[in-house]
């Protein structure tokens, strides 16, 4: 199909209000049973791939963890402050996902599965190489596969599950995918504290442990990703049809093939997917179909836009640095550094577990541009109460810090982390999508890397007013989001497909949802 047909076939509806009705008012009138039997298999299947997400959130934190480690700094010969290396260190993670950026287009060659089990593996294969690793260059080479294959896995996780899940329910289950981020920083971070704990006398053992639990959580997505069915837009797109059909009857109406949802998406899905279109090679260097229309390059803006918010907001200096950040307000002791680690993780997991919900009754654009606004507000207060500490020795001023570092954690993670992987999907159509997240990736490795190899220089040259730097940057995310951020929440990914067709999508978005809620709640009153 030519790829200007398709764009003038969406510019071709005249109403928005009539695209969304159909599904909103089946919706209103045979909803599914969310505890039916699909759907328990559908969550079953999701917990599964939620333990890709996990391997971001162990490394983010075991490396915090473990650069507090007497044994570790030693064995590397790293400061304690952080330097240069220590940057490098950090930062390869995100260089190595930039790279393994370039390969997401493969996910629409193979299927999502296999790039989720070839990834998983990669991590695995990483994970040896840093635990056996007896010099800098080498760990730094294992941190680079690692973060290679984990890009991989955990790009295409988040991609099966926003084609895979319900529209209704699509930032609760895909948006719980993120919050296992938190998982892994509470499994690291404990893992850590235990180690150097009971076996700190025992040469190095108290870091290298860590490192090989490293392995647990790609090891078991392994073994099973191969056993799940595939995306039913990828399949549809490979011209597998049938299969297509019952996996949406299965996972969406709970095993019945004649629902009228089952129908309406196979159609939404058919009118979308070009399944003329076979990936290869050449593919790799084709971009156009990210800016072939002004759809598309509306789509591309928010993709990169959401993408770098997400790792340069404050958020990955905390993560990464929380030890270093300690030192600054007067908190030396290694086991206080390591339990404070512990309970960041836990209070982000907590906070972002009511965001994957909240994200689906609340609405994007709104838990969005609030947690924003929170986030100033609390680095705010941070950078204030460091300077009373740095500036006159106020032991007051560094618990109120400490409390809002906290604060900052539990308001990103309800926010930001469930919508990390899921906004920058749902923004791009189908033909877009991998390549839409390999742009994702790219987008955030960079800003990542600028964080993490800047962030210890930054830290001890000019401490408290890098704080200050991301007030100032933050509140400039909140307003770019007001004016330009769509509302997705509620919508199949194909009624997305209209609104971005609209001369302004950002107001469109905003109409729809209205006219979605009045559609479903008039369909509630009338059974």
């Known amino acids: 199909m030519d790829k200007t047909k398709e764009d ?3 510019k071709e509806v005249e ?10 008012t089946i919706m209103a009138t045979h909803k599914p049973n969310p505890r039916g039997p699909g759907y328990i298999k559908l969550y079953i299947l999701s917990a599964v791939v939620f333990l890709c997400s996990t391997m971001n959130g162990f490394d983010s934190s075991l490396m915090g963890s473990i650069n507090a480690l007497p044994n570790y700094i030693r ?24 790279c393994g950026a370039l390969f997401i287009w493969m996910a629409d060659w193979y299927g999502r599965t296999w790039h989720i089990f070839f990834g998983c593996l990669g991590v695995c294969i990483g994970t040896i190489v840093t635990a056996f690793a007896s010099n800098l260059p080498t760990f730094i080479a294992g941190r680079f596969i690692l973060s290679f294959f984990a890009t991989c896995a955990h790009t295409a996780a988040p991609l099966y599950l926003v084609e895979l899940a319900p529209p209704a329910y699509r930032g609760t289950i895909a948006g719980m995918y993120n919050t296992f981020y938190n998982v892994g920083s509470v499994f690291s971070t404990s893992a850590v504290y235990a180690c150097h704990k009971y076996l700190a006398d025992q040469g190095n053992l108290d870091w290298r442990i860590p490192l090989w639990l490293q392995i647990v959580c790609p090891g078991l997505v392994c073994l099973v990703i191969k056993f799940y069915p595939e995306s039913p837009r990828w399949l549809i797109s490979k011209d597998r049809h049938d299969e297509a059909k019952a996996i949406i009857a299965t996972y969406h109406t709970n095993g019945d093939p004649d629902h009228p949802l089952v129908a309406l998406q196979i159609g939404e899905i058919l009118a979308t997917v070009d399944v003329n279109h076979q990936a290869s090679w050449k593919d790799l260097f084709d971009l156009r179909v990210l800016v072939e229309s002004r759809s598309s390059r509306y789509r591309l803006m928010l993709n990169i836009a959401f993408s770098w918010f997400g790792q340069f907001s404050g958020n990955n200096i905390v993560s990464y640095y929380l030890p270093i950040m300690l030192n600054g307000i007067g908190i030396t002791d290694t086991n206080m550094k390591l339990i404070l680690n512990i309970v960041y993780a836990v209070v982000g997991w907590v906070a972002s577990i009511f965001g994957s919900r909240l994200h689906d009754v609340v609405g994007r654009r709104k838990m969005l541009i609030t947690s924003t606004a929170g986030m100033a507000i609390c680095l705010s207060i941070v950078a204030a109460c460091s300077a009373g500490y740095t500036e006159y020795g106020n032991t007051t001023a560094s618990t109120v810090s400490i ?27 189908n033909k877009m999508r991998a390549k839409g997240m390999g742009t994702f990736k790219l987008t955030a490795g960079a800003a990542g890397f600028l964080n993490t190899f800047v962030g210890p220089i930054a830290l001890s040259s000019i ?11 933050d509140t400039f995310e909140m307003t770019f989001m007001y004016f330009f951020f769509v509302e997705t929440k509620g919508f199949t990914l194909e009624e997305l497909d209209v609104i971005f ?23 509630r009153s009338e059974v």
């Open 403 to 429: 409390v809002f570092i906290f604060l900052f954690g539990a308001t990103f993670a309800c926010g930001y982390t469930p919508m990390q992987p899921i906004y920058p999907a749902e923004v791009v159509s």
């Open 501 to 523: 067709e609209a001369k302004n999508p950002r107001k469109a978005s905003v109409k729809a949802a209205k006219a979605r809620k009045r559609i479903i709640v008039a369909g």
């Open 8 to 10: 003038s076939t969406l």
């Open 15 to 24: 109403n928005m209000e009539e695209v969304i009705e159909t599904y909103a």
């Open 75 to 98: 064995y590397f010969g790293l400061p304690e402050n952080g330097n240069a290396s220590t940057g490098i260190v950090f930062a390869i993670f995100q260089v190595g996902q930039m």
């Open 463 to 473: 401490g408290y007013w890098f704080y200050v730097f991301f007030v100032f940057w």
